[in-house]
């Protein structure tokens, strides 16, 4: 009988949601703070029924510890590294303004300098390039409040649209910024 109660009542596990990445990253930055959904859910602008199944999927993926509050880092960097990528693939879409990212985010211009500019749509934004989609659509507002976050994310959409050399600067960023490797 234990067995089947187990089962019955664990919540059922249909697959990441793109919202999910940001909010693992979010708790990973701010983990050593109290965790709190709801808070969680105002500077990410979701929902907290969104935020709660979102942390719900992790821990079913085995990313997260809710209980414990930990995120478990190298789990969420072999995910990132090598299955973003695929399972959250990204479509180069027309000419926007918006907020720079992937190659465009000032950390990757500064070592990279590309003149191809990528951008969140954002109709307050101040570059213009090639729109790539956030994961969500109030994506911008958390990364216009949370630097780290926004850099994050960025580097993300690296491994999604780069080419190998940006990649491999991205990993080695997210590597630093993540699992404290130097």
Same mark, same amino acid.
């Given at each position: *009988?234990?067995?089947?109660?187990?089962?019955?009542?664990?919540?059922?596990?249909?697959? *990441?949601?793109? /919202?999910? =990445?940001?909010?693992?990253?979010?708790? @990973?930055?701010?983990?050593?703070?109290?965790?709190?959904?709801?808070?969680?859910?105002?500077?990410?602008?979701?929902?907290?029924?969104?935020?709660?199944?979102? !942390?719900?999927?992790?821990?079913? @993926? +085995?990313?997260?510890?809710?209980k414990n509050r930990v995120v478990f880092r190298?789990? &969420?960097?072999?995910?990132? %590294?090598?299955?973003?990528?695929?399972?959250?693939?990204?479509?180069?879409?027309?000419?926007?303004?918006?907020?720079?990212?992937?190659?465009?985010?000032?950390?990757? /211009? %500064?070592?990279?300098?590309?003149?191809?500019?990528?951008?969140?749509p954002d109709h307050k934004g101040s570059v213009?390039?090639?729109?790539?989609?956030?994961?969500?659509?109030?994506?911008?507002?958390? @990364? +216009? /409040?949370?630097?780290? $976050?926004?850099?994050?994310?960025?580097?993300?959409?690296?491994?999604? !649209?780069?080419?190998?050399?940006?990649?491999? $600067? @991205? =990993? &080695? %960023?997210?590597?630093?910024?993540?699992?404290? %490797?130097?």
């Amino acid at each position: *009988m234990r067995n089947f109660n187990y089962f019955y009542n664990m919540r059922k596990h249909n697959g *990441m949601r793109p /919202q999910d =990445i940001v909010v693992l990253l979010k708790l @990973a930055i701010t983990e050593k703070e109290p965790l709190n959904l709801s808070r969680l859910s105002n500077t990410l602008f979701l929902s907290l029924s969104e935020v709660s199944e979102s !942390v719900n999927r992790s821990e079913i @993926a +085995k990313l997260v510890d809710y209980k414990n509050r930990v995120v478990f880092r190298q789990n &969420l960097m072999e995910f990132i %590294e090598h299955g973003v990528k695929y399972v959250f693939p990204q479509r180069l879409g027309s000419i926007v303004r918006g907020l720079p990212t992937a190659h465009s985010h000032p950390f990757m /211009q %500064e070592k990279i300098g590309s003149e191809t500019f990528y951008v969140w749509p954002d109709h307050k934004g101040s570059v213009i390039g090639m729109e790539l989609l956030p994961f969500y659509g109030k994506q911008v507002e958390a @990364a +216009k /409040q949370d630097s780290t $976050l926004y850099k994050l994310l960025a580097l993300v959409d690296v491994l999604r !649209v780069g080419k190998t050399r940006e990649v491999k $600067l @991205a =990993i &080695l %960023e997210l590597k630093k910024i993540l699992l404290n %490797e130097s």
